[in-house]
């Protein structure tokens, strides 16, 4: 089945980078979570009125043909990044948040492979729910301070 478009692609000038990793071996099943993830987080962030976005993906040790045949069911990525070997979390995040290889744009929203936005998070607040992340790049440009922002409870959150 072929997954749904984005708005703008490619997106010149990000406001967002929105970060997928996955990863082969020790018992994970590379981009099978990324199937439902990909897709709800584009309707997601298509629903956010004005937001600039960015997607990267990088994969720790799949082959490429795997990330070829996700793409070839339309995939829109402004990054596609590929480490032949699975060389972890921390390389992958360092890889592609700090080192250049992959967002452009100044602020990050992680999701990785098995993470998608909470399916209840448009129904809060009506027409003002569909603002979460524009509050928090405004919290995190107002306060110098301030890291980073949790724009939901997972699901496993008791």
Known sequence: M????????????????VTFFTCHGTG????????EAYPSAVRYLDAQDGLRYELVWLDNGSEQRVLDGFVSRGAQLDRLLRNPTNE??????ND?????RGCRAPYVLNLEDDREPHP????????????HLA?????LEEDEQLGGVRLK????DG
Do not use: K, M, Y
């Open 135 to 139: 509050r928090a790049i405004r919290l």
């Open 28 to 35: 994970v099943a590379g981009s099978t979570d990324l199937e």
């Open 2 to 17: 072929p997954f749904p478009q984005r708005r703008v692609f490619p997106q010149d000038d990000p406001t967002l980078c």
């Open 120 to 131: 209840h998070i448009l129904a809060h607040g009506g027409v003002h729910g569909l603002q």
């Open 88 to 93: 972890g979390l921390f390389r992958a995040v």
């Open 153 to 156: 409870n997972e699901f496993s």
């Open 96 to 100: 592609v948040w700090f080192r250049g």
